[in-house]
């Protein structure tokens, strides 16, 4: 392959950069929220469109074998586009709420969208390594960036500490997976081993920090600490952002290192991710119970989710990461939509499950929509998130983990407690004095309208996405 | 007979639409009653074209509608009724019509989104028993606990919050194992349809651990002892149309789903498991129907009597087996299936025609202990003479509706065995004294509290409601046939199909 058709593979990549430049530019000339976000939004849709244009009918390795470029890989591309476009415009309202000129929160964004473009297309473990740090320091300075708030400064310390060791865990994998196989290139770094060898020692080893890794980033237990206070200590656009986007990066991570790479270590990483999925629906879901905050309960029902997201890989096969992917998905639409109807909510700034009450009775379009949403994470059918749960459980029983299954839907009912308290908050109790506002129409309402239409619709016509997640794993080789 | 208009999407998709249009409107828009109650009416009347245009001589599935829904599954919009499913679609949209009546003039807070729900949750009922995909049922089935849930949580009672949360959560464990077997027959036989999975080879641990899965989702539906106990605090906080649906109608599910999942898919596991189901159903009937004689609660009075009849369902279905053991003849086991088919049918009527019956009576006094009623006959003789019969047909009485199943399970029941139906047969006498002791107790007497001598005789609206539930318990107490030929084909089929081991 020449440089130029390697140029074109990487275009998307490159037009996002120079365009992140240019809203850099603009950002310094004008200190305005409202044009920094167009800004962004347009560098986001003409990425969008060059990834539609672009999208790749088989997997291409370019620049040395660092850079691939397969149709899954475009496929959690457009998905992390398309919800950072969302989440910037939700971003926009909330700030122009809080009357805070944070344009930064947008060039972040957009950083961090750089970041994660690499590293679902990472086919190296430098290239996995860079994308990841791009994505997660742009992170760090996303929560830090509310400077008069404590709780903020204290998760951003946090979150930046636990995110600093876990980079070095995953070095440390990294480098005693290149020590073991000769290699940095995600195919060949687990094929080298031959059983009984000295160097597949090594090589599990690597495999275990780099799961511990991939767990920190993922937010699963036990190496969840950072979730519930990041998610509450940083503000609201914030913590929607991260909720996203970089949770399908991290998956995608997740699935380029383990089915990748370590394919041939299935059989180790599948016992050590029950264990992480077993532990996360237990603790997520339970505590989670617990919460009287709206952002922490949200960051342990994250928790669940994620439980459930690493099921689909427990399977170790082709319908197991379509199930996923399907997952990664949905779960990034509600939990867009979850953050942004606490922004939009009419009452002050707090984040006090108590916001909800009465909801239903000055605003039955909004609160029908969060009654959709909440029904859907909780997984009740006809919504999105019950397809979601569906498909992960039918790859988890085909595989013959049944008890898992089992277990999965016993903790989701658990977890069913705690979003329908949000419904009965709505609807069935007495509106405080001050909860009387009704929500202000503006285009991130509607867009949240949307949103949670879109949850309806693709839990009743689920079968276009299920039937694409399916193709895409398929043809892009696993 | 050729029938090309998709009726039963018709009759699940009218209503929940025209409920979501409804529930959307101007709370203070005057026309929403008169809506509903013609989407419900309509409803009612593509439900009896159906029945016209139904081939009562065949037991294939009728009306098919069968699209792809979800091709990477096989997962398809399958629809269709047979015998055993139409009377229940019937019952489904008949009811609906009463409740919207009955929540006419009494539901004053959000009347829109009241009506709305109902009207949802009528087109869900019809397509739990109209689905014959899996997956569709199984949306269905949860999904109707949607609507449900806000119904009893924002027009219930005191403790409305607990009972609605109870309600939820109980039903979904159950539901949930029956997903999980559902998603491994699906492994074992590559399509969702039941109709396959009927046919499903099934080795005897296999069979036993669905059955079980399905036993849980459907024995809390039903409800069946031990797992009773979120029915009397669902039934006496709902609003009075949300107990007469729950009791008219989603219990049925429970039992509809023994004979459509239950004994085909698993028959030799649910003959495996004969004598405990037996005598779970037993308890419910002894057991509950004591526990049902001291309650001073008029409506948790008759929840628990609903339980107490539910468990003639039971023992008339998984009776089954034991019957034909010991009588080498399949006709009598027909004859439970029968039986228990029609008390559930008729104590939708009966339940139904109680709990409104208690209703009218809340509305006027807004309380439903029987110590604050005593001689209501003397204020409201209408009334007291429609509670009447319908307190009858509850214990029993020959010539209600109330009396052909149970007499036909017991006929059954005592082919297998002398002391089960012995004991069976004794709660009718119990099904007597707690039902006409409470009558007794609310209806005659003398009138001692000021309140009761003040209250107005039931209202033309309630009237008609009442003469036309009262109609049904007679016309099925007294000429049961056409509706048991409409289910006999497909019973007989069903049964046929038990008759074949799959081991």
């Known amino acids: 392959m020449n440089l130029v058709d390697d140029i074109l593979i990487i275009l998307p990549e490159i037009t996002l950069v120079s365009l992140t430049c240019i809203v850099l530019l603009v950002d310094v000339a004008r200190k305005n929220i409202t044009l920094t976000c167009c800004v962004a939004i347009l560098a986001l849709l003409a990425t969008l469109g060059q990834l539609f244009a672009f999208f790749p009918k088989e997997p291409n390795l370019v620049f040395f074998e660092t850079f691939i470029s397969d149709p899954v890989g475009s496929y959690l591309k457009i998905f992390v586009c398309v919800s950072s476009i969302v989440a910037l415009i939700y971003g926009h309202h909330a700030y122009q709420k809080y009357k805070t000129n944070s344009s930064e929160f947008f060039l972040l964004a957009l950083f961090a969208v750089i970041g994660m473009l690499f590293l679902i297309s990472a086919s190296n473990l430098l290239t996995v390594y860079l994308g990841l740090e791009l994505l997660s320091l742009s992170l760090y300075a996303m929560v830090a960036m509310d400077k008069n708030s404590n709780l903020a400064a204290e998760a951003a310390m946090k979150y930046f500490v636990l995110g600093a060791l876990a980079s070095g865990v995953l070095l440390f994998g990294m480098s005693m997976l290149y020590g073991a196989s000769g290699s940095l290139a995600l195919e060949s770094i687990g094929t080298n081993a031959s059983v009984g060898d000295g160097k597949e020692v090594v090589q599990i080893f690597g495999l275990v920090f780099i799961l511990v890794a991939i767990g920190f980033k993922l937010g699963v237990v036990p190496f969840h600490m950072w979730v519930p206070d990041v998610y509450q200590g940083a503000r609201t656009p914030v913590t929607l952002f991260l909720s996203a986007a970089p949770k399908i990066a991290a998956f995608a991570m997740a699935f380029r290192l383990l089915a990748t790479g370590l394919a041939d270590f299935s059989k180790d990483w599948i016992l050590m991710l029950i264990v992480l999925a077993v532990s996360s629906l237990a603790l997520g879901n339970i505590v989670a119970i617990a919460q009287i905050n709206y952002k922490r309960m949200l960051a342990y029902s994250t928790i669940a989710h994620m439980g459930f997201l690493v099921i689909g890989l427990v399977s170790a096969s082709s319908g197991g990461y379509a199930a996923s992917i399907f997952y990664v998905s949905v779960y990034s639409l509600m939990g867009m939509a979850a953050f942004a109807a606490l922004i939009l909510l009419p009452n002050g700034e707090a984040a006090s499950i108590d916001r909800f009450k009465g909801l239903a009775k000055n605003n039955p379009l909004f609160s029908f929509f969060i009654l959709i949403l909440m029904f859907s994470m909780a997984g009740i059918p006809p919504f999105a998130g019950f397809w979601a749960k569906w498909f992960v459980l039918k790859e988890v029983i085909a595989t013959g983990y049944l008890w898992l299954a089992v277990f999965a839907v016993f903790c989701s009912l658990i977890g069913a407690f705690y979003y329908l308290r949000i419904i009965k908050f709505m609807y069935f109790d007495e509106p405080n004095k001050d909860n009387s506002d009704s929500v202000s129409n503006s285009a991130a309402s509607v867009l949240f309208n949307l949103n949670c239409l879109t949850i309806l619709l693709l839990g009743l016509f689920p079968g276009l996405l299920m039937a694409f997640c399916t193709r895409m794993i398929l043809i892009s080789g696993f | ?503």
Not at chain 2, 108 to 124: A, N, T
């Open chain 2, 1 to 503: 007979m050729n029938f090309d208009f998709p009726i039963l999407s018709f009759m699940i998709w009218f209503p929940v639409l025209g409920g979501i249009y409804i529930a959307t409107q101007k709370r203070t828009s005057g026309n929403i009653k008169i809506e509903a109650l013609s989407i419900a009416i309509i409803c009612f009347i593509s439900s009896l074209l159906a029945l016209v245009y139904f081939d009562n001589n065949s037991a294939n599935m009728q009306f098919v509608e069968r699209y792809s829904w979800i091709p990477v599954f096989n997962i398809e919009y399958l629809l269709g009724v047979d015998g055993i499913s139409l009377p229940l679609i019937i019952l489904t949209t008949f009811t609906t019509i009463l409740v919207i009546c009955a929540g006419w003039s009494v539901i004053s807070e959000r009347p829109h989104l009241y009506m709305g729900s109902f009207l949802v949750l009528e087109g869900i009922m019809i397509g739990v028993f109209a689905a014959l995909d899996a997956a569709l049922f199984y949306v269905f089935w949860e999904a109707m606990l949607i609507p449900m849930f806000l119904i009893i949580g924002i027009w219930g009672g005191q403790n409305r919050v607990y009972a609605t949360i109870k309600f939820f959560l109980y039903t979904l464990l159950g539901s949930l194992l029956m997903l999980v077997a559902l998603l491994y027959l699906y492994g074992e036989t590559g399509v969702f349809s039941i109709e396959s999975m009927h046919n499903a080879q099934l080795d005897m641990i296999e069979q036993k651990l669905i059955f079980l899965a399905f036993l849980l989702a459907f024995a809390v539906k039903v409800p069946m002892w031990p797992v009773h106990t979120w029915l009397p605090d669902a039934h006496v906080e709902a609003p009075t149309g949300g107990s007469v649906i729950l009791a008219a109608i989603m219990l049925k599910m429970g039992g509809y789903g023994f004979i459509r999942l239950s004994l085909p898919i698993v028959p030799d596991a649910a003959s495996y498991f004969t004598i405990p189901m037996v005598v779970l159903s037993l308890i419910a009937i002894v057991y509950i129907g004591f526990v049902a004689l001291v309650q001073t609660d008029m409506k948790k009075l008759i929840a628990y009597s609903s339980i107490s009849h539910m468990g003639f369902v039971t023992l008339g279905f998984f009776t089954v087996f034991w019957v034909q053991s010991s009588t080498d003849n399949w006709n009598d086991a027909v004859l439970g299936i029968e039986g228990a088919m029609v008390q559930m049918i008729s104590h939708g009527f009966i339940s139904g025609a109680l709990f409104l019956c208690v209703g009218f009576l809340y509305d006027r006094l807004h309380t439903r202990n029987i110590n604050d009623y005593g001689g209501v006959a003397e204020p409201m003789p209408y009334f007291a003479s429609f509670m009447m019969l319908f307190a009858m047909a509850n214990a029993g009485l020959p010539g209600t509706s109330g009396f052909v199943g149970e007499f036909l399970v017991i006929l059954t029941v005592f082919k297998a065995n002398f002391w089960i139906a012995f004991l069976a047969a004794l709660t009718l006498i119990l099904g007597a004294a707690y039902t006409l002791w409470m009558y007794k107790r609310v209806v005659f007497g003398p009138v001692i509290l000021q309140p009761v001598k003040e209250l107005a005789d039931l209202s033309s609206r309630e009237m008609l409601i009442l003469s036309v539930l009262a109609l049904m318990v007679l016309l099925v107490g007294l000429w049961p046939a056409p509706l048991i030929d409409m289910m006999h084909p497909s019973i007989n089929s069903l049964v046929e199909h038990l008759s074949r081991s799959k081991l």
